[in-house]
């Protein structure tokens, strides 16, 4: 065999190695990564958070491992956290109640709860009832954009996290440690910047079910593990030869805290979708550009909130102008032939936003199309009949 060839298949068992290492990441609910980093790192705390987003930069610059709870999927039966919640409700906190009651959260020292909706809230408080001997926080983020208002407040709610994880580790956070910890995710995130526009050219070459498990692997990885993680996937997917189709380019909008199964993700896939962008795991993309790293570190954290993260149902927007621009932008930029809204049911905050985004859409031309999941969801045929039906229009009947 020629060099070359040897070496493509040397790279493709990569890519296979990496995908399948991640896989195994998403399937493991007892979060077995997560005791191993602890049994590594003696004294070492895990700090876990719900979605959608905290400034994990603060708990890696305490030395702890930030790790992300997103429910259980499709893999967990809950019997517990139903006892805890209405069934009118989306599935996120019965199945994280489920999680912890089970035990396999038994290795996080603490919990953060991002200011979010009233069911995250719920959850906060009743994570204080049940674990009464870990660290909880209801994380509370602004919903206005002043600095000398919002900006007062969101340095408040920062130094009182800083000054919570510094009891917690037993030493001091420095402004250094805390630029160092923005570095590190600057860095991580210029590097999924990287791997979406990648997707976004060469969808077939990356495709999206494997940049989901991509970025669920760095919910509990180090951010520096996950970094280099990413960049050997790209560079051994860039030289494997990926059968190209003849597929439509979507926009995935509306997933909001409660992530879709994986099986939904390849279901559009496979009814000839190419996902080219998309609004999965908002807490690695939040922020929109690098952080700086000179002066005060909680300033610049707060200004990059306030100022650069993204717009979708996850922010209130004062300017009711501008709504759907985001989206819009994000169609453009990636040149997407449509949009699939992918609600969780029982959401009211992305489901609120829908019409709107969709009034959006239809000034702009830009086809749409709308349904609601479960995490549990087993409605995969028929989220994979529309969403072919949708491609299929787009190819028949756009210009």
Known sequence: MPLQETQQETLKE?????VDRCQALFDDLDFTVVKEW???NPGGKAIGFLPIYVPRE????AGMLPVGILGGGDQLEVIHGDAYYQSYICRIPRSTIELGLTGRLDSLDGML??????????????????????????FDVPQTYRDDIAGTFYIHELQTLREDLAELAGREITDDDLRRSIAVYNENRATIEELYRLRAGLPWQAPTSELYLLLRAGMVLPVEEHTQLLRDYMVATSVEERP????????????F???????LIKSLEMAGC????DDFLLVTRWLLDDVPTDGDPLDNLSKAFLHHSAATSAKYEPDKANKGRFLIDQ????????????????CDPALLDRPMLQDALSRDDIPYTAFKYAENTGQLQAIREQAGTFADSIKLWSA
């Not at 169609?331 to 029982?346: D, K, L, T, W």
């Open 38 to 40: 602890k049994a590594a």
């Open 58 to 61: 603060i708990i890696h610059a």
């Open 274 to 277: 190419y996902v080219v962008d």
């Open 244 to 255: 190209r189709r003849d597929n439509c380019r979507v926009v995935v909008n509306g997933v």
């Open 331 to 346: 169609v453009r930029n990636s040149g997407a032939e449509g949009v699939i809204f992918a609600a969780p049911s029982f």
């Open 14 to 18: 990569t890519v296979e190695n990496i």
């Open 257 to 263: 805290c409660e992530q879709p199964p994986l099986g």
């Open 113 to 138: 709860f991002p200011s979010i909706c009233d069911v995250i809230r719920n959850l906060s408080g009743m994570w204080q009832l049940l674990f009464k001997d870990k660290y909880v926080k209801y």
